[in-house]
């Protein structure tokens, strides 16, 4: 599932020390330490035609990096993108990551958009 392999892709960028991370699907918990991560689906390129549905799938992940300090936001996306990247997962970022200010909470962020291919 698309889901465990981001997950268990991003899982030590942000660990806790004690077997737990700070990446979640859609949102984190409120009072989440930071910096963490979040990732959801928003679509991908189809693979059915009319000879049927692909045994490969694609996902559009979006992945998103949370934290108090610019800093901190940039040098955990670094590491998201190497992680996504490399051999294993094999992502392609979607464009370059764009930097968030959410002003109810004044954390920063950034958003990037990678295409993955896996099988299901």
């Known amino acids: 599932m698309i ?16 077997g737990t991370s700070r990446v979640f699907p859609d949102i984190a918990p409120q009072n989440t330490a930071r910096p963490y991560i979040t990732y959801q689906s928003v679509g991908g390129r189809p693979t059915a035609t009319l000879d049927g ?11 998103n990096v949370w934290a108090d300090r610019r800093k901190d936001v940039s040098v955990t996306m670094e590491a998201v ?11 392609v970022p979607l464009g370059e ?18 295409s993955i291919w896996y099988r299901p």
């Open 3 to 18: 889901d465990d392999l981001v997950f268990g892709a991003l899982r030590t960028l942000v660990a806790n020390g004690d």
């Open 53 to 63: 549905v692909d045994a490969t799938r694609n996902s559009r992940m979006q992945i």
């Open 81 to 91: 993108i190497g992680a996504l990247c490399g051999d294993t997962i094999g992502a």
């Open 97 to 114: 990551p764009v930097s968030l200010f959410e002003e109810d909470t004044k954390l920063r962020g950034s958003t990037l958009d990678f």
